[in-house]
């Protein structure tokens, strides 16, 4: 991967963004113009939120854009720290660089509320110090020959940016203890954010549990991290959305995914043995196929991201696909977890619909009990997709009404923003849907009056036997305005 590049460009992306005008193109594809929300769009969000920041209180046409192109860039800058948690999950999870056994969300669960620095620690915590500390220092060291490992090079490529080289003794050790500095923030922030679901729980009242739950990350690092098990939510819910007649058969032709994210080590069991991979833009065509809502030779699916790396990847993926190149999505599956027999059914048919088994990766051992199925998803499926940059904050495309979305995906994205810019977003994404046209999220989002996007149900979909393992995907659809 072109990680130097790619981090060196955001910076400069940030920094044209504070002098760009209004309706500065900010995608290279011919038809897909991103602009900043306009001014009079923006403002039926400010007059109806009752706290906002004070220099919106009285803002203009020009006050807004200059606050926006701001806000987009101090955004944008969230994408390190996300990348920085990445790099967690890769030094606790990961096995290509060390044999030493893989640290387990359990173990990180029960440490959470402890700070695993402290020399008063518990036997327990004591033991996860040594064995993290062993992970840093092989880390460490493979990121000193990291040729043709592109999460190696990645992480070497961010440890530079912030400062730290791996050339000399003396700058491993540093690289060490940034990993670990690393590690221990994730850990406290973990413990903060259970203690405010904790106080959420108090309520007694689940509604105002889920509100708190979606905008719980508003202050952290934007992950790109993703896995499957939301993608088997979204099929759950579209099933009963064409129950209802909200959808009908064929009725799909044009599709976005707002942060379609990037396989790289994932946060709850995540695994690096097989490349870097997508997961969500090819699961929503699968599904979209599987209960006749598109036709593959009809439907065309938009991501938006603002992450270099995750456009990057799907850009390339896309390109390769013009040269007649197939993509191939990996499926792992530890029987430990305790899927339900749902969720089992759902991962043995991923792909049937755009794609055909092929042999999967080695499993490395010390992986755990794992089970993984690949698929090779065809050319003419990759060219399905069009990658965008662009912050659904602030955001959109212009598009006129014969060009709206049908539909559009945001899994783990809203939870990131406070519910300024959520309402923001959704503004956003009213703009770009047609009418009647459905968001699905597993986010409460505020409906503000006069908003044209209404929540109309939702799907509560139990992912194993793990507490709290699941996801309420709720539906929002765009009325007609008054």
């Known amino acids: 991967m072109r990680e130097r590049k790619l981090i060196l460009s955001s910076l400069v992306v940030a920094l044209l963004l504070l002098a760009s005008p209004s309706h500065r193109l900010l995608s290279t594809p011919a038809n ?20 906002l920041p004070a220099e919106l209180r009285s803002v203009d046409s ?24 990445s790099l967690v999950n890769f030094l606790l999870f990961g096995t290509s660089f060390t044999r030493r056994p893989r640290i387990t969300s359990r173990s990180i669960t029960q440490l959470a509320g402890k700070h695993w620095q402290s020399t008063a620690d518990s036997p327990e915590a004591a033991a996860f110090k040594t064995a993290v500390g062993g992970r840093a220092d092989d880390l460490v060291r ?71 739950r979606s905008k719980l990350y508003s202050a952290r690092g934007l992950s790109s991290d993703t896995s499957l098990l939301p993608n088997f939510a979204i099929e759950k819910s579209l099933a009963s959305i064409q129950a209802r ?22 946060k709850q069991d995540g695994y690096d043995f097989y490349p870097q ?11 979209l196929v599987r209960l006749g809502l ?15 790396r995750v456009n990057d990847h799907l850009q390339r993926a896309i390109a390769r696909a013009k040269r007649g190149i197939s993509y191939t999505i990996q499926l792992p599956r530890d029987s430990r977890s305790q899927w339900k027999s749902d969720a089992v059914a759902y991962w043995s048919k991923f792909g049937d619909q755009i794609g055909a088994l092929v042999p999967p990766v080695a499993v490395p051992m010390d992986t755990g009990d794992l089970s993984v199925r690949a698929v090779k998803v065809p050319p003419q499926i990759v060219s399905l997709i069009n990658a965008l940059d662009l912050n659904i904050v602030l955001q959109q495309i212009p598009l006129e009404a014969t060009d709206a979305f049908d539909l559009i995906i945001a899994t783990n994205i809203f939870v990131y923003y406070d519910q300024l810019e959520q309402s923001l977003a959704l503004t956003n994404v009213a703009r770009m849907l047609r009418n009647g046209g459905l968001l699905l999220s597993n986010n409460a989002l505020l409906e503000l009056p006069g908003s044209v996007m209404k929540s109309v149900d939702y799907e509560t979909v139990v992912y194993s036997e793990r507490p709290n393992d699941g996801d309420h995907i709720v539906w929002y659809q765009r009325t007609p305005p008054r």
Request: charged residues 30%; neutral net charge; hydrophobic residues 40%.
């Open 277 to 287: 991979q997508t997961i969500q833009p090819f699961a929503i065509i699968d599904t």
């Open 245 to 266: 007649g909200l959808l009908t058969r064929g009725s799909v032709r044009r599709v976005a995914v707002v942060g379609p994210g990037l396989d790289f080590t994932d």
């Open 294 to 308: 598109a036709a593959k030779s009809d439907l065309r699916v938009t991501t938006f991201d603002l992450s270099p």
């Open 142 to 212: 493979a990121l000193s020959a990291a040729a043709g490992n592109e999460r190696l090079l990645f992480a070497r490529e961010l440890a530079r940016t912030k400062g730290y080289e791996v050339r000399t003794p003396g700058g491993r050790a540093r690289v060490k203890q940034y990993l670990l500095a690393n590690l221990a923030r994730v850990l406290n922030e973990q413990a903060g954010y259970a203690r405010t679901l904790d106080s959420a729980r108090l309520l007694n009242d689940p509604s105002a549990e889920f509100i708190e």
């Open 32 to 51: 897909d113009r991103v602009i900043y929300t306009p001014f009079e769009e923006a403002r039926k969000v400010l007059e109806a939120m009752s706290e």
């Open 62 to 85: 020009a006050g807004w854009m200059k606050w926006a192109a701001r806000r987009d860039s101090e955004i944008r800058a969230r994408v390190v720290q996300g990348d920085e948690d």
